[in-house]
């Protein structure tokens, strides 16, 4: 998708598109998200979009893809998971991970696991079927969609004023920042095995 077709969808469908787009990125369906609110915050740069009304659309759609998911958790549980999940990348090897990773501090999984591509779609449904108290949820999911989208998004907003980003390259920083976040955790994981050993 090129920038052009970003906006002119924008321009057609209103910053209702961003809420769309991030809202079924964390239902489960298979989105860039990170890469688009970088590329959102570039645009801002820009003055290409508004700031304020992107931050909006953005909060929003995530939020309320947190809740739908977590809804869904609830209601109709784990055989609905197990039987659709594979649809939007929720295979069992990645759900029993989700399991071991949430089970040990629930509260930092939801609030901090938008930073895990995967374990974010994954946490909403857990917390659901794990009857994780709603308001507790919602409270953390809030908290977790600002501190995820805010500082994505300044981050494109500040590097598209100082420097010019090939909007064709923007899928690629967000690979390489999911790669340093792995390289991170796995020096931490060696660390530790050192230090238990």
């Keep these: ?6 906006l002119n969808y924008i321009n057609v469908y209103g910053y209702v598109v961003i809420f769309i787009c991030l ?6 369906i298979p989105a860039p998200e990170e890469s688009l609110l970088f590329l959102i915050g570039v645009l801002c740069g820009k003055h290409k979009l508004s700031l304020d009304l992107c931050m909006i659309a953005s909060m929003l759609g995530v939020f309320t893809g947190m809740l739908s998911a977590y809804a869904c958790g609830k209601y109709m549980g784990y055989p609905f998971i197990k039987r659709f999940g594979k649809y939007v990348g929720i295979t069992e090897e990645r759900w029993e991970k989700a399991v071991a990773f949430y089970s040990k501090n629930v509260m930092k999984t939801i609030m901090f696991g938008f930073y895990l591509p995967g374990l974010r779609q994954i946490s909403p449904y857990f917390a659901g079927i794990t009857k994780i108290p709603f308001r507790k949820f919602g409270l953390l999911s809030l908290f977790g969609a600002i501190l995820w989208t805010i500082p994505v998004m300044s981050a494109g907003f500040f590097a598209g004023k100082i420097f010019y980003i090939n909007p064709a390259y ?12 792995l390289t991170y955790v796995w020096f931490r994981k060696r660390k530790r095995t050192r230090l238990t050993s």
């Design 23 to 28: 809202f079924f990125g964390i239902v489960g």
């Design 170 to 181: 923007i899928p690629f920083a967000g690979i390489v920042s999911f790669l340093l976040f």
């Design 1 to 6: 998708m090129t920038i052009e077709s970003i």
